[in-house]
């Protein structure tokens, strides 16, 4: 088993930044992909970026490209999004995920049901 623990997030303000990060632990997952996925209320799953084993190949969502990074250390356990310019559509509760093994481009699987591990989730909550 793997378990994953998020830190970071809480309340910013329009405009301002955070940053997540994601420990992984028990199995390792150096040779696995991971990814951000979050949820508001109301809404589905949604990926919000995914970062292969090496740390090179990455995805990102139409919607946060250009303000967020994530970054991995090659086969690295942890990995971290930087999220820039945030704003109210940003609010979200944010998951580390793993994605199962899969060779392809990083942005091929982007369902929650292409991820079998998962952490609890870390609040982020923009005001205006």
């Known amino acids: 088993q793997v378990q994953l623990v998020e830190s970071g997030g809480g309340l910013v303000q329009t405009g301002e930044s955070a940053r997540l990060s994601c420990r992984a632990s028990?199995?390792?997952?150096?040779?696995?992909?991971m990814g951000w996925f979050r949820q508001a209320p109301g809404k589905e799953r949604e990926l919000v970026a995914a970062?292969?084993?090496?740390?090179?190949?990455?995805y990102y969502a139409d919607s946060v490209k250009g303000r967020f990074t994530i970054a991995r250390a090659t086969g690295a356990s942890t990995i971290s999004l930087q999220m820039n310019s945030l704003n109210s559509e940003d609010t979200a509760v944010y998951f580390c995920?793993?994605?199962?093994?899969?060779?392809?481009?990083?942005?091929?699987?982007?369902?929650?049901?292409?991820?079998?591990?998962w952490g609890q989730g870390t609040q982020v909550t923009v005001s205006t």
């Open positions: 995920a793993v994605r199962r093994p899969f060779v392809g481009d990083i942005g091929a699987l982007r369902s929650p049901n292409d991820y079998i591990y």
């Open positions: 028990g199995r390792p997952v150096v040779s696995y992909a």
């Open positions: 970062i292969n084993w090496s740390g090179i190949g990455t």
